[in-house]
């Protein structure tokens, strides 16, 4: 099993194991460019792993083509097409057949078996497999090598930092945002994080978690400065998600806080403050607010949770400024946070 995709055109029983289409669609585009460079033209032909039998699937990789060209087979849903169904024990029919094949497989045709999951066994001692993740690392480095070989204009790292961010880790809605931005970038020469910030809006849970991370990890100014940025971008909205974000971190802080001085583990903690990190987030958050409730008491923050339910039902009932408040609320907490657990 590997984490990069290589195909040589020799292997005749290919595994992708991978969640994003993109990736998907492009790695099986790249194993059909390398057949038609050894065998010229192809047939290209899919199955839906949840509607074929094996027997369909096996007599196209065993049949000869009318004209001998070489056929790349394709099963979508392959972990539902090899699953056991409710009456089979052990390795399913499927499962069965196709690893006899996979002994003695046709040079006429390469199956590409494409998955999101796939369960391990001995098929896998047969074919080439490969199990591709995309995490915040790749994405961003995708990003800046994409951006100027599709669209033509280079991308600041942190612009693509910023866009992945915003948009997640699924490479087609990020190269459909990178699109629209090197339109706008083109006579500039680059994508500046400026054009991602007026381009790409974030959404609700975004914004939330851009003003949680920003709180615990980067003090008061950056906090500040992020909560105006949000108010800029959301200025005809009445819902901006700032006391969400800010109730829920004190939330999680004053559970984790009584639950360290229960001698629970780190784990139990965690799970039962309900803390966890984003995939889309390159920064360790989790972490962080981990160190910060063993060092804040429960009262502390059992109070800081109540001050800041009070504004919140002032703010409903029309009393005082919800900007102001924000911001004051958020320098206030993100400074004691800072002073508490110096980084």
Known sequence: MSAKFQFDGSSR????????????????????????????????????????SIGDVLEELQAVGLLHTHKLIIVDKADRFLASTADEKGPSRHRKALSTYAGKPSEGATLLLRAETWNRGKLDELVDLFRVEVDPAMAIKWSQGRCPKAHGVKIDPEAAELL??????????????LEKLATIASDEGSVT???????????????AWAIKTSIVLDGPERSLETIREIFDLSRDRKDVPAFWAIIELLRSLYA??????????????QEGARIFDRRTEPRKTAPRILKLAAAMEPAEAESRLRDALRIQADLRRGIGDPRHALEGLTVILADRLQALVPR
Request: proline share 1%; net charge negative.
């Open 13 to 52: 029983i290919v595994v992708l194991v991978c969640r994003d289409t993109f990736l998907r669609s492009h790695y099986t585009a790249e194993m059909a460019t390398t057949l038609e460079s050894i065998h010229g033209e192809i047939d290209r032909i899919t199955f839906d792993g949840e509607e074929a």
């Open 164 to 177: 992945v961010h915003r948009v997640g880790l699924d490479l087609g809605r990020l190269d459909g945002e």
């Open 193 to 207: 994080a400026a054009h991602v910030r007026e381009v790409v809006g974030a959404s609700r849970e975004e914004e």
């Open 256 to 269: 984790a806080s009584t639950l360290q001085r229960q001698n629970l583990g780190p784990r139990q903690v």
